[in-house]
């Protein structure tokens, strides 16, 4: 039995900077085994940075991080952006057989019989299986996970997190994945502002004991602040008293004053008197802030999108009659045919692997060697958010890179990517040092500043913080035009999407349906428990998510509140 109150790591005083900016100051935690801790934070507070800290890729300005040598760390990076050559080599530094079992448990079937050239075909989705194939084939003592599930479906996230709950080592995961979260961690590491905060329990725990505390502290430093101004105004008047003391302690009085003895001593007497006052307050408040100041606490940060589509073109704008698509050793999907009507809002639902990214690059015109036929209208605009971060040019600034020559463009694209939380400090800085999620936002700025009918978006949420989530869904919900989106995030699917377009035994087809109400009908056919474990699961978690944003005393927490505890019957039902 292992003992899970054994240290694993043990960080000291740590403190990184990068380019004159502390990132990470004074951080100091243990990790312990069993521990399934999540670190979240905004877009470029650390996270990554912290984890390749612990796995000593690269190297921290002070501090300590203790860890027994031989501690096997596997580690999932956050870019998806492998070589064949990569893949190739780590094939084979990894038991072979350990490797082609997980593949196979993820869906990639006969990873052993792939040569290069369906290695160069991988989609993001595949990538990522095959990056943790590797990692759980190295057997691992500790995992970290840097956005394990930004490109994984719904068999991938399924197996992952049965996974974890059979891996008996401490694991750190770096997510914004709500859903995931609450069904892996039991603790959440919280960077901000270059510091480390600590809480108990899930994601959605995390939420509200985050609120409370926010909410404590406003209050404390509420009191605080009418208590300065209390003595502020107290030493306001014994300064007023005190001047005038002074005043009549020089004046020359009339004959009958000047004959009282004293006269002057007593006004000087009385100015000293006052000053020491003034002096002893001054002392008392400030000794007080020094032990006991209390921070305005940091509001949630609120980030804005704003899109705009012009003008309502013809009703249908996509039209695919038997569209076929495959490479030399696999077929994607053949004699397909669906159609996009202006203002839909369609999900692209399949396994990786499947041809999302590649339907997506057919109806952009970036690959033409496909049968069959894709109509689109000529009339229509399309604007692209791309899954990969790794094509902006890493030496160049955001604002050299977005292009933008002419003083009104510059000046709305900073705007804008100050909205989306990049200053003015990082907006200067080479693309390159930027967070994968700073560099998602410039990306976002780039599709911002286009007039345009129809948006595609290959995994928009990857890689953003939890308010450009949200804010990015509540956006996209007011969006008049087309809506085209690749997303393995539960909540952001099923948030957006009112149609599907499935990809299923090598064809294509429309569903008229939401995500969740798809997955309903398979439950419904009689598919088994497994399915219907997957669609209470995945509204337990859409619930938790709603809870942790609103108070209790809201009306609707109440009724959330019995539907989670039904689920959870449910849920013990059919586990029996």
């Known amino acids: 039995m292992l003992n899970n109150q054994k240290t694993i790591v043990k960080v000291i005083g740590l403190e990184k900077s990068f380019h004159l900016r502390k990132v990470l100051d004074n951080i100091n935690f243990e990790i312990k085994n069993g521990d399934r801790i999540g670190l979240v934070g905004y877009n470029g507070t650390g996270k990554t940075t912290l984890a390749n800290l612990i796995f000593g890729k690269i190297t921290l300005d002070n501090g300590l991080i203790e860890k027994s040598r031989d501690l096997r760390i596997g580690y999932l990076t956050q870019s998806i952006d492998y070589e064949v050559s990569h893949f190739q080599q780590s094939i084979a530094e990894v038991e072979e057989q350990e490797l082609f079992q997980h593949a196979s448990s993820l869906g990639l079937n006969k990873v052993y019989n792939w040569r290069e050239n369906r290695l160069t075909h991988l989609s993001g989705g595949e990538k990522l299986k095959l990056a943790l194939s590797m990692v759980w084939g190295t057997k691992p003592d500790f995992l970290i996970l840097d956005e394990p599930t930004n490109h994984l479906d719904f068999t991938g996230i399924n197996w992952l997190v049965s996974e974890l709950e059979k891996f ?31 809480y108990n329990g899930n994601y959605s725990d995390y939420r509200i004991e985050k609120e409370q505390r926010i909410a404590n502290q406003r209050h404390q430093y509420h009191v605080q602040q009418r208590q300065i101004e209390k003595i502020e105004s107290q030493m306001e008047q014994l300064k007023s008293w005190s001047e005038k003391a002074h005043r009549d302690s020089t004046k020359q009085g009339s004959a009958s004053e000047r004959r009282q003895i004293g006269f002057k001593e007593y006004h000087r007497v009385k100015a000293k008197k006052l000053d020491n006052q003034v002096k002893s307050k001054m002392k008392r408040l400030q000794n007080e802030l020094d032990k006991h100041k209390i921070e305005k606490p940091m509001e949630e940060a609120s980030v804005r999108f704003q899109f705009d589509s012009h003008g309502k073109r013809g009703k249908r704008i996509i039209e695919a009659k038997k569209l076929t698509k ?15 009507n202006h203002g839909e809002r369609i999900g692209l639902f399949g396994e990786n692997g499947c041809g999302k990214t590649t339907l997506i690059k057919i109806i952009l015109g970036d690959d033409i060697s496909f049968d069959g036929e894709l109509w689109k209208s000529d009339s229509v605009k399309i604007a692209y958010l791309s899954q990969d971060v790794a094509d902006l040019p890493a030496d160049k600034t955001a604002i050299e890179a977005l292009g933008f020559t002419e003083r009104e463009s510059i000046l709305k694209a900073r705007t804008l990517l100050a909205n989306l939380g990049l200053n003015e400090q990082l907006i200067t800085k080479a693309i390159g040092t930027l967070s994968l999620g700073e560099r998602t936002r410039v990306k976002l700025v780039d599709l911002l500043m286009q007039k345009y009918d129809v948006l595609i978006l290959d995994e928009p949420t990857n890689h953003l913080d939890l308010p450009s989530r949200e804010q990015l869904e509540m956006t996209l919900s ?5 809506i085209i989106t690749v997303s393995h995030d539960h909540y952001f699917l099923n948030k957006l999407c009112d149609r599907l377009l499935v990809f299923e035994n090598q064809q294509i087809r429309r569903v008229e349906m939401k995500p969740e109400e798809y997955l309903n009908k398979d439950v419904k056919s009689g598919d088994g428990s497994e399915e219907a474990l997957l669609i209470i699961e995945n509204k337990i978690a859409l619930i938790l998510g709603e809870l942790s944003l609103i108070d209790q005393i809201d009306p609707k927490y109440h009724r959330l509140d019995e539907e989670f505890n039904e689920l959870l019957k449910q849920k013990r039902n059919l586990m029996g």
């Open 168 to 198: 008996h080592g401490p694991v750190l995961i770096i997510s914004h994945d709500r859903h995931f979260l609450d069904k892996t961690v039991n603790r959440i590491f919280e960077l901000e502002d270059s510091r480390i905060q600590f």
């Open 478 to 482: 007011e969006f008049t035009g087309t």
């Open 326 to 340: 495959g490479f030399a050793d696999r077929m994607l999907f053949q004699d397909s045919q669906f159609y996009i």
